[in-house]
């Protein structure tokens, strides 16, 4: 059985390894760990305007999203974070069953706008795109390396 519940700060261990295995994995091979993954995760748990939702398959913790609500001149959006499944359930639905269940969640707290940062031209893109997602072509997302 599968089911949605709201992440919590019980939840952040479970999430940062499931973190870690999904982001040093293809396509993002990053160089996350444990630790580092969960001051990341945390650092979004206690941010103004958290929500947050955990995947579960038969009480097991299978993936997560986490963002935040901020006041914008429609209303209310939400930044999507970070949202991830485990390695192992990559390719079954579940992710983007926790999308359906994010954004019923949202609907409900009058969130009309969801805004996220992935990577152009692989995976992750498509995936957001399959689920009504667009690549916004007026707005780029830019860097700059401090050293």
């Not at 295995?21 to 444990?34: G, S």
């Not at 209310?76 to 069953?97: C, I, K, P, Y």
Request: aromatic share 10%; charged share 20%.
């Amino acid at each position: 059985m599968i089911h949605c519940i709201p992440i919590t700060e019980d939840l952040l261990d479970a999430c940062a390894a499931i973190y870690v295995d999904t982001f040093n994995a293809e396509p993002w091979n990053d160089a996350w760990d444990v630790p580092s993954a969960r001051r990341r995760l945390a650092n979004i748990l206690h941010a103004p305007g958290f929500f947050g939702l955990a995947i579960l398959r038969d009480q097991h913790l299978c993936g997560a999203a986490f963002g935040e609500i901020e006041p914008w001149f429609q209303g209310s959006m939400f930044n999507l974070r970070e949202m991830f499944v485990a390695n192992d359930q990559r390719g079954t639905g579940l992710g983007s069953e926790l999308l359906f269940h994010l954004e019923v969640e949202l609907r409900a707290l009058g969130v009309h706008t969801v805004h996220l940062f992935t990577s152009t031209g692989d995976l992750t893109e498509r995936f957001y795109q399959r689920n009504g997602y667009r690549t916004e072509t007026d707005m780029r997302m830019l860097i700059k390396t401090l050293s």
